[in-house]
């Protein structure tokens, strides 16, 4: 009995760091220039957009980094950065010809991506004080206003918000 007890515990202390250091590592955080590298390389366009979209978050998360340290000004710029690629990544999905409506790949994660986004950007707007919150709303209202777009892409027909429902009554 003792020697099962210690045979386990030996087991247990011999293979925990084994299946520890075989376990896969989470993925390393992409550099900007190597997202940029894949961005000129892509042709698939809905790929591109998700890199470019990629690269937008990476900006977002050195701004909030860069505001957290004090840094008004170049969290501004970082922030007005973050801005180009999301539009560069709404370009490139929808100068793709394709119809969102039909195959959303592409559509479907921009728009995730953008409401993430508009959540972070409400966030560090709370943690920053009033009178250097411009930038940062202004993005925000912009970022709202692609992920508009988007949702007007993949869903052409519905009706805009406070337009009226049709009556349908019975005769």
Known sequence: MIWRAAF?????????????????????????????ARIQEERNPVKKSKEEARLARLKLRQAIHTYGQGDVE????LVSAY???I???????SNSGR???RDSRGFKELDIELREDVRLLEDLK?????SDRDPIEKAE??????????????????????AAKPFVGRD
């Open 83 to 85: 801005l180009g690629r």
């Open 99 to 101: 119809n969102a409506a």
């Open 8 to 36: 386990t515990i030996a087991c247990l202390l011999i293979g925990a760091p084994v299946f520890v250091a075989g376990a896969p590592s989470p993925r390393p955080p992409q550099s900007e220039a190597r997202l940029l």
């Open 141 to 162: 209202k912009e970022v709202e206003q692609a992920r508009a777009e988007v949702l007007k892409a993949l869903f052409p027909a519905a009706r805009p918000q406070g």
């Open 126 to 130: 709370r943690r920053v004080s009033y």
């Open 87 to 93: 539009k560069d990544a709404w370009q490139t999905i």
């Open 74 to 77: 170049q969290g501004a710029q």
